[in-house]
């Protein structure tokens, strides 16, 4: 399935301090103009047509989708119908959102493009997310806490992304705890903060801290994963160290060269939400590219290529390459400035799985 990550909007309600687009110079419109919204869907059906058997998912992600209206959304129906009539059943519609803004007049329109589960993320520690310049993060919490009430109340599953940084590796097991309490249907996933040319190094942690968070954390999940909603990376990676070999994040998988696109509002294509961010591996524009030509920019091959390189150079003898694959191109690049290095955070991978998870695996799972 190829992925279009959907940025209509980088306009925000909220002001992360670890956000990439918050630090970002806009050089054009920040909201996509109606006249590009349907020059998208015209874009997205004659890809559709090209390729008959493929499926298409469209992340919804920003900045803030939910400050675009359900107006907005209800004008992207409409162009969906009026330039995909034949192709809307091979197009699925995410949404990742903080939920701040969420109400009940965006459900109706939201069961019509079949979203069912909204993604979102959330942050214990004050100051580091929050509302407005001055990241509010009291009003922040509790328009969330009221949110994922409605949004359960509508119907809508949800699940939530939490970032690790500096700060949090103070608490991991309280970290732990409460997440598992705001019980989220979907589960929730740890990711470690990225901080590309960002120089908030009192946030940063190491791929060495961040092994040991979640092998700090790992044998309370251990002894109640049964009970526990999917918390990755322990389920996944878990599933995938006993030999089950699936189900990789895009990270990690090594197939995202050809697989990824990212749509910002003034129409520049780019591979990912952060080479978007980044400014790097730039595809064209809308305007003069169909998503046929942009999924087979020849940028894109450098990226497919680490799956012969690595494994003779940064990654050679590595027991979890199969798990890996030298993780995120864009973090080869962030440490390396090429994409044909292992990622920074393969440290991580690699002493988490040897150290914490693959003694609990090993004759268990």
């Excluded at 092998?215 to 006993?242: C, H, K, M, Q």
């Amino acid at each position: 399935m190829a992925t279009v990550i959907f940025k209509a909007t980088e306009e925000c309600n909220a002001r992360c301090i670890y956000c990439d687009v918050v630090h970002k110079t806009a050089h054009g419109p920040t909201t996509m103009p109606q006249a590009t919204l349907e020059l998208f869907f015209s874009r997205v059906n004659e890809f559709l047509k090209q390729r008959p058997d493929e499926r298409l998912e469209i992340i919804w992600h920003g900045g803030e989708p939910l400050l675009l209206g359900p107006a907005y959304f209800e004008q992207a129906w409409e162009f969906q119908q009026k330039h995909c009539s034949q192709t809307a059943d091979r197009i699925k519609h995410e949404l990742q959102s903080n939920l701040t803004l969420f109400r009940k007049e965006f459900s109706p329109i939201f069961r019509k493009l079949g979203i069912g589960a909204i993604g979102t993320s959330f942050e214990s520690i004050d100051g580091l997310r929050g509302l407005g310049p001055e990241r509010d993060s009291r009003g922040y919490n509790k328009k969330f806490l009221e949110a994922i009430k409605l949004v359960e109340a509508e119907g809508f599953g949800w699940s939530l992304i939490y970032v690790v940084t500096k700060p949090a590796l103070a608490d991991p097991l309280g970290i732990f705890q409460f997440l598992v309490n705001l019980s989220p249907r979907g589960g929730f996933m740890f990711n470690p903060v990225l901080l590309y040319g960002n120089k908030l190094e009192h946030l940063r942690v190491t791929a060495e801290e961040y092994a040991d968070f979640l092998g700090t954390i790992l044998p309370v999940w251990w002894a109640n994963r049964e009970d526990l909603p999917d918390i990755r990376p322990f389920s996944y990676l878990a599933r995938n160290v006993a030999g089950d070999v699936k189900g990789l994040m895009c990270g990690d998988s090594g197939q995202c060269a050809y697989s990824h696109i990212n749509l910002l509002p003034d129409g520049t294509l780019s591979h990912c939400g952060r080479s978007g961010d980044w400014g790097l591996l730039n595809y064209g524009t809308i305007f003069d590219k169909t998503f046929v030509e942009a999924f087979a920019d020849p940028q894109r091959a450098v990226l497919l290529s680490r799956n012969d390189v690595l494994p003779q150079t940064d990654c050679k003898g590595c027991p979890y390459w199969k798990i890996c694959h030298g993780g995120c191109p864009l973090d080869a690049w962030s440490v390396a400035g090429s994409y044909l290095h292992k990622g920074e955070w393969c440290q991580s991978m690699k002493k988490f799985i040897g150290k914490y998870l693959a003694p609990l695996v090993k004759g268990d799972y």
